[in-house]
């Protein structure tokens, strides 16, 4: 298995309590994922994360195709960071790490993702191909959607 890492890094000019309010929001997730993932929430999803909290999604990445994903809180420090694992979903493997560092300028976000695709060979193909322009995708969707929401 080979895992792919992934990380962003962006600087918002917001405080640290806004920041938190905002990702530790699950009912966000929507916001900042691309409509063509067709994200819908499977359940009812609380405002506030906990660890342990899981959701179940829908989503549509490739061909229409809808995909079960289920995603836990497995770690939260607040106001430091959190993690979502995926449980079941179309990846392999899947650990997301939210991290927020409070500058004098506002708040840097760290988003560090470590993901590995099923299938072997054929994943790896999948990854070159398109698997890995589709994270980059998703993550630029993110910082754009960002900078609308609170400024550069």
Same mark, same amino acid.
């Given at each position: 298995?080979?895992?792919?890492?992934?990380?962003?890094?962006?600087?918002?000019?917001?405080?640290?309590?806004?920041?938190?309010?905002?990702?530790?929001?699950? #009912?966000?997730?929507?916001k900042?994922?691309?409509?063509?993932?067709?994200l819908?929430?499977?359940e009812?999803?609380?405002?506030?994360?906990?660890? !342990?909290?899981?959701?179940? #999604?829908?989503?549509?990445?490739?061909?229409?195709?809808? &995909?079960?994903?289920?995603?836990?809180?497995?770690?939260?420090?607040?106001?430091?960071?959190?993690?979502?694992?995926?449980?079941? !979903?179309?990846?392999?493997?899947?650990?997301?790490?939210?991290?927020?560092?409070?500058?004098?300028s !506002?708040?840097?976000?760290?988003?560090?993702?470590?993901?590995?695709l099923?299938?072997?060979? &054929?994943?790896e193909?999948?990854?070159?191909?398109?698997?890995?322009?589709?994270?980059?995708?998703?993550?630029?969707?993110r910082?754009?959607? &960002?900078?609308?929401?609170? !400024?550069k």
């Amino acid at each position: 298995m080979i895992i792919h890492p992934f990380q962003q890094r962006q600087s918002l000019p917001i405080s640290l309590d806004e920041a938190w309010e905002f990702f530790s929001n699950p #009912q966000n997730l929507p916001k900042l994922t691309p409509d063509w993932m067709h994200l819908t929430f499977k359940e009812n999803i609380p405002n506030n994360m906990s660890v !342990g909290m899981k959701m179940t #999604q829908q989503v549509k990445p490739l061909f229409g195709i809808p &995909l079960t994903w289920v995603t836990e809180i497995t770690q939260i420090e607040e106001k430091v960071y959190f993690v979502d694992e995926q449980r079941i !979903g179309p990846y392999r493997f899947w650990h997301h790490e939210h991290r927020l560092h409070e500058r004098p300028s !506002g708040v840097e976000v760290i988003d560090s993702l470590h993901y590995a695709l099923p299938f072997n060979l &054929l994943g790896e193909i999948a990854h070159q191909l398109s698997v890995k322009k589709k994270v980059a995708e998703v993550f630029e969707y993110r910082y754009e959607t &960002l900078e609308n929401l609170f !400024g550069k």
